[in-house]
């Protein structure tokens, strides 16, 4: 199995490209992120992912995690890792720097945390959780528990978690049945079950702090009734230090197709006499506070599917440039080739490499979107970058990972037989990245978020002032000679045509009849990212021919990016037509059946 390199030439140039990183570096609380300065951090990050976390990898799929009474061991070698990684100051590169963060902007954090999925998908969920963790207490928390728990939490001496569902709700958090009692003292005791809860226990740190969705005594039914609690593993002393042991525990944790070394626990809270939680934030407010953690984690998540799509990239790209089988077609000697020489796989690895490249393409752009809603002087401006991020989070979420599916299956089928075997390590990226579309919402959940709240609610306001912007392209796109912007001009064209006959169904539809609009919810949203993902391929190649004109840069680079966009237009974003076909006329033949039928 090959270890990760991280793609730093395709990731400069992204940030500087596309998501305009030097603007970005002029913004109020952003300044300390130079071109100068992110690239010793992806210099230095790319380092530790590559020596560090990624070895890691396969010894960690094959040994797993392990349970003992309710003491989670980790995989070999993973707790060293996570001292060095929270040593060097990672876990704290986007957190605020009253807390001990390095404060750096979602832009380049996001280009950080790429490499560390990428290297190590399992050992990255649990930084991915901490992050969350600490974005909704500093949100929503008191001054004393933001004294009592972010310190540590940002420096990742302690680590974070979100326990939301239970055995009987799953997605249906208004079936939540955890309930928190109030104590004389101003706490709470806290007591039910929760399921699938990402590092709810391991042996990396000496505490864990859970937030927990619960309900009070006096709790209106419904998410309406859902409270947050701040419930450590250790209590914490007023002098800092770790006290008694919580009433909380793991009592077994899941057997998974992928993320082995990635513990997802079933955690009790209670069984013996109740576990000490903090109100964070109003009562029955919490469902609003755990949705700053999920947007979080679904924009990290979408990260992973770029990841872990880089990582089958690259671990297919090495074998099909080792692997000698037959002889070149056309070819008259009979010599036998590197398969990469084969039309086929050719254009395998060309699907994983330029969708890989567009799909990072939209979460970069939509993280620098992000900043500015935060950072940006001007009130009107930072309106329309968070409306354009929060339409953007589904797409990086549900079709991001959608495509990792599509790329690391791929990443089997250019090792032929042997990509079906454990031992070459292709398998593993393949079944990581199947529950990327699951967890956090699952691709349909996300689909009916961007058609309903995204699209819908303001008559599609946002995403015709997206597909403005792309539309704004022809000319530049015009203006470039020989068949590679011709055909970019021509996909991209038919693209956003596309997308905005589907979006005029969409508004139309919704109000009326949401039953039929939501059948081409998750056809709408792969249309969506598609299309995103060609406006953006067709903007790297424009600045692509800028510095070829000039003389500036790599110029092979270049010219593969140019080609890839191509690539991406004649095979990607030309399937556009058929989804808006789908989203407009797909609701009867999915609706006509009765339940007997099926």
């Known amino acids: ?8 030439r395709d990731m400069q140039f992204v940030l500087l490209e596309l998501a305009g990183l030097e603007q970005l570096a002029r913004l109020p609380g952003c300044e300390d992120a130079t071109p100068d300065t992110v690239e010793a951090i992806l ?23 392990r349970l003992d009474g309710d003491v989670v061991t980790m995989p070999a070698g993973f707790a060293h890792a996570y001292q060095q990684f929270a040593g060097n100051g990672w876990n704290g590169i986007g957190c605020e720097a009253d807390f001990g963060g390095q404060g750096m902007p979602k832009l380049v954090v996001a280009a950080v945390q790429e490499m560390w999925k990428s290297a190590n998908v399992s050992f990255s ?73 990402t590092y709810g226990e391991h042996d990396m740190t000496d505490n864990i702090v859970h937030l927990v969705l619960a309900r009070t005594p006096n709790a209106p039914e419904g998410v309406k009734g859902l409270s947050l609690f ?18 909380v525990r793991c009592v077994s944790v899941e057997h998974k197709l992928g993320i082995h070394a990635s513990p997802t626990c079933v955690m009790a809270y209670g069984d013996g006499g109740g576990a000490v ?43 099909a440039k080792e692997r000698v089988q037959g002889p070149e077609i056309g070819s008259r000697t009979g010599a036998k080739v590197t398969i990469i020489h084969h039309p086929d796989v050719r254009r395998m690895l060309m699907m ?91 691709t349909g959940i996300q689909a009916n978020d961007l058609i309903g709240r995204k699209i819908a609610r303001d008559g599609g306001a946002t995403i015709r002032a997206v597909i403005g912007l792309m539309q704004g392209l022809d000319g530049q796109l015009a203006e470039q000679a020989g068949d590679d912007f011709a055909a970019i001009r021509r996909a991209l064209s038919g693209g956003a045509q596309a997308l905005s006959q589907a979006v005029d169904a969409i508004v139309a539809t919704f109000a009326s009849d949401a039953r039929s609009a939501s059948v081409g919810a998750v056809p709408m949203l792969k249309l969506f990212g598609i299309v995103a993902g060609g406006w953006q391929m067709a903007r790297a190649a424009l600045a ?15 010219q593969a990016k140019i080609v890839t966009a191509r690539f991406y237009a004649d095979h990607v974003l030309s399937q556009a037509g058929g ?14 059946l009765s339940e007997e039928q099926f």
């Open 544 to 558: 692509a021919q800028r510095h070829l004109v000039t003389g500036e840069g790599e110029a092979t680079f270049l």
């Open 43 to 65: 210099d230095e990050a790319a380092r530790f992912a590559g020596e560090v976390l990624s070895p890691l990898n396969r010894s960690g799929d094959q040994e797993g995690v």
């Open 277 to 319: 939680g903090y109100l964070c934030g109003e009562e029955n407010q919490g469902l609003g506070y755990m949705f700053i953690m999920m947007n979080a984690a679904r924009y990290a998540v979408g990260l992973e599917g770029v990841a872990l799509a880089e990582r089958a990239y690259q671990h297919a790209l090495n074998y």
């Open 125 to 197: 969920l649990c930084p991915l959780l901490t992050t969350g963790a600490i974005e909704a207490l500093t949100l929503c928390g008191s001054a004393e528990l933001k004294a009592a728990f972010l310190p540590k939490m940002v420096s990742g001496e302690w680590t974070g978690t979100m326990n939301l569902t239970e055995p009987q709700a799953g997605s249906d958090l208004a079936a939540v049945r955890t309930r928190a009692e109030p104590q004389a003292d101003g706490s709470f005791r806290v007591f039910g079950q929760k399921i699938f809860i």
């Open 352 to 442: 994983m490499k330029s969708q890989t490249e567009a799909m990072r393409a939209v979460a970069y752009v939509t993280a620098a979107a992000l900043d500015a809603a935060r950072c940006h002087p001007d009130a009107g401006e930072r309106k329309r970058s968070q409306a354009f991020a929060e339409l953007m989070i589904p797409i990086v979420k549900g079709w991001s990972t959608e495509m990792a599916q599509d790329v690391s299956s791929l990443g089997v089928q250019v090792h032929g037989g042997m990509g079906f075997i454990e031992e070459t390590g292709a398998a593993q990226h393949l079944r990581d990245a199947r529950i990327t579309t699951i967890y956090e919402g699952t």
């Open 230 to 247: 701040i419930v450590p593993k250790f209590l914490v002393n007023p002098d800092g230090s770790l006290g008694a042991r919580n009433d």
């Open 579 to 592: 989804l808006a076909y789908t989203v407009v006329n797909g609701a009867p033949g999915a609706l006509a």
């Open 1 to 8: 199995m090959t270890h990760y390199a991280a793609p730093l």
